[in-house]
């Protein structure tokens, strides 16, 4: 454990939102008492400035009239499209892509257009559940910013003259000498195909793949490892012991989604709770997860494998030298949960580490499996073309800068950008003398190639995808393409001369691959079965020959960034302002670093910097160079705690120069971040070591909203805490909230929802109108024990509702509009809080929708009221913003449109098709939130009544909850014992934020339950 951090006065405040909050808490106070702190800079200005501004605000006022609503005609449909009823959903399976492979996907249509997109149920990497990203997909299908027809050197041309002077060319090579494709992971079963078929046409034609974020390493590994093509598939449902080596495997990678939701079925506090290890170099959701977490280099990682492996006994295993912050008692634990678990446990690393790490990871779990692992099973790559991305673009420039390319076609991609300087991509770009790229948007690489052609959104084309477990999936189109683009797989098709069209070449490759019935097909979304696992063994003397290198100095870790990934998502303003897991910065990038780390470098941590006049309580980001070899950054820097020291951490996909509006880099007041990509001394160089990092002395202003919306969490008593913790141990002991909290759970409340059972308030047990058994009351209850923090929630509920977005200037003043947060907790013990690895927690906060709700006697027009189903509702077209019930709110959980945010839906016809028709768009001067998805509720509603019947337990699922890849958000009806939520409620675990507030949330939670090691229990504040 690091050392912890002193305060010379003792504090009832446990939790903190960050370091300032422990060391500096007169900058997080405002926050707490105010919603909107920044309008107290007004207080300061003479009386003279004041009333100028109220005149010059009336004047306004006087000019643009009341917050009216533009009249808009109601269009209906004069020859309604045959089996369309105007308003009714649709859902039909498709999928898109994650991190190289396909994952099944759902997408709503209405009216032709698709509004939203969740994870299909039946396909096993998503079961129903979907990330931010993939979430997010639906507004990158409506970005105005999409290329909209081809072009030659910047003139529109027409598609047919493209392709035609394409294939002419293509076809006077002698035999495809000097051809060559560019294109990222190749995961279509269609795509190799016809790429098959090209190689008949033109046999010397080479094909080259790309992507910036690869899994080079991780099929080096199990080369060396395994000497054959292989991939590790892992089954969290048997494993008992979780060891995680700088790997966030529950929110990257191909199968993260599946991951979560079977990592949490072991998280249920029982006899079966499995036990997480994690060694990271900084701060990640699995870390967060996990029951131990150790602060570890990128370079000694593979030490802290082969200290296992040598306890273990694997063969050729040679005990090594612990890092500082891992005592020999952690790896003690460690191994005895490995050995007492056997096959039923399972190593992961992360896939930016070393192939020599991953190798030895693959050879411990190997040896606990005896070769038939249950947790971990070893799969042939299901990739219709692995390669090695890296030798691969290292031979298309080599051939490039020869004269040995003619003609290059890049499908998707933007190389410009994504490779480091030293490949000289732009240089050996000007010896081809014809150069295409199909692109969805105009990108860095744009300029350079003579045809830049426009690439259809998934949503829009007919293809085909493998998963990571085997099974191919289907990509259907939801609407036709709203602009004249076409997929690869029409423009390979034309090239070599056919004449079917997608579907018919997807069908037939389902044909020939055996896939069943096409229209089965269709409906499933997908066909074949999961991969078999493979036989598999471990290379001889595998651990004795395993290093690293040397490292020295500061370590560097690029990797893609949590939201918009290596890039190809900086244009979309959801992500862009979705927080950051753990960090909750949005809008740009910063070299994260841990306190220690900073403190050497004499770099300040933001609160150490207020100053007087900036936006409140955001003192500037200092400014370092970074210098990698001979490439030199200048990035903003964030102290992050729980991060190794001596390692820095700088997410890619920042510092675009050709991007759209929102993603193209535009200095500190619009955000945009800084080009990691600079700083990659190779196509695979996500660590690197010998970093030179100083001080420059000048600052930047990073957007974080960390601080916003505090609850003031300074406990009335030891048992007021807003998080609640506890163990296993405790939790049998009767515990539920730790030894020294003994607060009413469900099933002892002073008050139960209908007014029965022991009455200690001078309140009734509901103030509704009509008595509460005769109609639905709903519920939410929050597993704080399987909440990941990962924010798909908060994309989800951001495309469900039209909730628009501000920008950064408008975050930095705590008007970012979300109706569900995320707040991250550092726990402390009220005097201290260890700065070097500190407990970490997270906590979903959204409406409590209250039954005493504090929000609707202060309202003055009656725009927040009650339903008698329990809802706190807003009428929009009451409000006037007065801004009392946010005021009044003591779960800050209320937005408002200080500004007519969602304007550019307005301004931008393609963006009204975003909408989602179910839901109000809101106007200036108008208050909103959560409304646990009441449109949904009322499509059931209108279901159930048709069908004379009650609306079903589970039949309700809220955008939030639909989209939790752990499943710990649970909603339904309470008033039936047996509904889940119910079940919840009465869980010894549930508790109620603020409870002494007598507010009577619907919105509960359940405490948080780890299941550390007995001899390691006191190293920890969990």
């Keep these: 454990m690091g050392k912890s951090s ?6 009832n405040v446990t939790f903190y939102k960050g370091l300032e909050h422990f060391e500096t808490p007169e900058v997080v106070e405002p926050w707490a008492a105010d919603e909107f702190p920044d309008r107290e800079s007004l207080k300061g200005l003479p009386r003279r400035d004041v009333l100028k501004l109220m005149g010059a605000a009336a004047a306004l006022a006087g000019l643009t009239g009341c917050r009216y609503q533009p009249a808009r005609k109601i269009i209906p449909f004069v020859q309604q499209p045959e089996g369309a009823e105007a308003g009714l959903r649709k859902q039909f399976a498709t999928a898109g892509m994650k991190d190289g492979y396909s994952v099944g996907l759902v997408a709503d249509q209405v009216d032709g257009r698709p509004v939203r997109v969740d994870g299909n149920p039946l396909h096993s990497a998503s079961l129903g559940s979907i990330d931010s990203k993939l979430s997010a997909e639906i507004l990158n299908l409506y970005d105005p910013d999409r290329l909209k027809n081809p072009t030659f050197k910047g003139t529109p041309v027409g598609w047919n003259d493209a392709l035609i002077k394409i294939e002419e060319a293509m076809r006077a090579t002698e035999k495809g000498a000097g051809i060559a494709v560019l294109s990222g992971a190749v995961n279509s079963p269609s795509v190799a195909r016809l790429a098959g078929e090209m190689k008949k046409i033109w046999p010397q034609m080479q094909w080259f793949q790309y992507e910036a974020v690869n899994h080079d390493a991780a099929r080096e590994a199990a080369r060396l490892a395994l000497g054959g093509n292989f991939v590790p598939v892992y089954d969290f449902t048997k494993a008992d012991v ?4 700088d790997s966030d495997v529950l929110y990257s990678g191909p199968m993260s989604i599946r991951y979560s939701r079977d990592f949490a079925t072991r998280r249920v506090p029982n006899s079966s709770m499995s036990r997480v290890y994690a060694f990271e170099s900084h ?18 990682m593979l030490a802290i494998v082969q200290a296992i492996a040598s306890a273990l006994g694997v063969p050729g295993a040679a005990s090594s030298t612990l890092p500082s912050t891992v005592e020999k008692k952690a790896i003690d634990a460690v191994v005895e949960d490995l050995r007492k678990a056997g096959a039923r446990s399972a190593l992961v690393a992360g896939s930016h580490l070393p192939a020599a790490v991953q190798a030895a990871v693959i050879a411990v779990n190997q040896f606990l499996s005896g070769g038939a692992g249950e947790a971990v099973k070893f799969i042939v790559d299901p990739q219709p073309v692995p390669a ?13 800068n020869a004269n040995q390319v003619s003609i290059l076609l890049v499908l998707g991609g933007n190389p410009v950008y994504d490779l480091p300087p030293a490949v000289n991509f732009v240089e050996a770009l000007g010896k081809v003398t014809m150069k295409a790229h199909l692109s969805s948007h105009k990108c860095e690489s744009s300029k350079y190639m003579d045809y830049v052609l426009p690439e259809t959104h998934f949503l829009e084309a007919w293809g085909d995808g493998v998963a990571m477990d085997g099974t191919v999936t289907i990509t259907q189109p939801i609407i036709e393409p709203i602009y004249e683009g076409r997929s690869a797989l029409h423009v390979l098709d034309k090239l070599i001369g056919d004449t079917a069209i997608p579907l018919e070449i997807v069908k037939r490759t389902a044909e020939l691959s055996g896939g069943g019935n096409w229209n089965e097909i269709l409906a499933r979304g997908f066909y074949g079965a999961p991969a078999p696992a493979a036989t598999v063994s471990v290379t001889e003397n595998l651990l004795g020959s395993l290093n690293t290198g040397q490292a020295s100095g500061i370590e560097m870790l690029i990797l893609p960034d949590p939201m918009i990934g290596d890039g190809r998502y900086a244009n979309n303003m959801w992500l862009q302002e979705t927080p950051k897991p753990v960090t909750n910065l949005t809008w740009d990038n910063a070299l994260l ?49 729980g991060q190794a020291d001596d390692v820095v951490v700088l997410h890619m996909g920042y510092g675009r120069t050709v991007a759209g509006d929102f993603g193209t880099a535009k200095g500190e007041k619009m955000g945009g971040g800084f080009n990691a990509n600079l700083l990659r001394p190779s196509t695979n160089g996500h660590w690197v070591s010998g970093v030179e990092v100083k001080k420059t002395g000048k600052e930047y202003v990073l957007a974080n909203v960390q601080h916003h919306n505090t609850i003031d969490v300074s406990q009335v008593d030891k048992d007021r805490e807003v998080v609640k913790i506890t163990t296993l141990k405790e939790l049998e002991e009767g515990h539920p909230f730790g030894k020294h909290h003994h607060e009413h759970a469900g099933y002892d409340r002073d008050w139960n929802e209908f007014g029965e059972g022991k009455k200690m308030s001078l309140y009734p047990g509901t103030d509704f109108k009509d008595d509460a058994k005769d109609n639905y009351q709903w519920a939410m209850t929050i597993d704080l024990g399987l909440c990941t923090g990962c924010n798909a929630c908060v994309t989800a509920c951001q495309a469900e509702n039209n909730i628009p977005t501000v920008g950064k200037e408008q975050v930095m003043k705590g008007r970012e509009m979300h109706w569900i947060r995320v707040d991250r907790y550092y726990k402390g013990t009220g005097n201290s809080l260890d700065k070097d690895n500190p407990p970490i927690l997270v906590q979903p906060v959204t409406c409590m929708h209250c039954e005493q709700a504090p929000c609707e006697p202060v309202c003055p027009v009656a725009a927040t009221v009650h339903s008698h189903e329990g809802l706190n509702q807003m009428v929009y077209n009451r409000c006037v913003g007065t801004r009392y019930c946010s005021n009044n709110c003591p779960y800050k959980v209320r937005r408002f449109n200080f500004f007519h945010f969602s304007q550019r839906a307005d301004n931008v016809p393609v963006l009204k098709m975003l909408q989602n028709p179910d839901v109000t768009v809101r106007y200036r001067g108008v208050m909103e939130k959560c409304t646990y998805c009441v449109q949904r509720i009322n499509h059931k509603r209108i279901e159930a009544k048709r069908d004379d019947r009650q609306i079903a337990d589970g039949e309700v699922v809220t955008a939030c909850q639909a989209a939790c890849p752990s499943g710990a958000i649970i909603f339904g009806d309470m008033r039936k014992k047996e509904n889940a939520v119910a079940v919840s409620r009465s869980d010894k675990r549930n508790y109620l934020m603020l409870e002494e507030l007598n507010t009577r949330p619907r919105t509960t939670y359940l405490s948080r339950v780890t299941n ?11």
């Design 283 to 300: 701060p990640q959701t699995t870390g967060l997860a996990s029951d131990h977490r150790f602060r570890v280099k990128p370079s000694e």
């Design 388 to 400: 090695d991305h890296g030798k691969d673009i290292e031979n298309l420039v080599t051939a490039m």
């Design 242 to 245: 979780v060891v995680s080596l």
């Design 1012 to 1022: 550390p090691h007995p001899s390691l229990v006191q190293e920890e504040a969990h």
């Design 593 to 641: 670093m841990s306190a220690a780390t900073a403190k050497k470098l004499g770099i300040l941590a933001p609160n150490e910097r207020k100053v007087a006049g900036v936006i409140p309580f955001y003192g500037k980001a200092d400014m370092a160079e970074v210098t990698v070899g001979n490439q030199k950054l200048e990035v903003p820097v964030w102290v992050n705690l």
């Design 6 to 11: 002193e305060k010379k006065n003792g504090s």
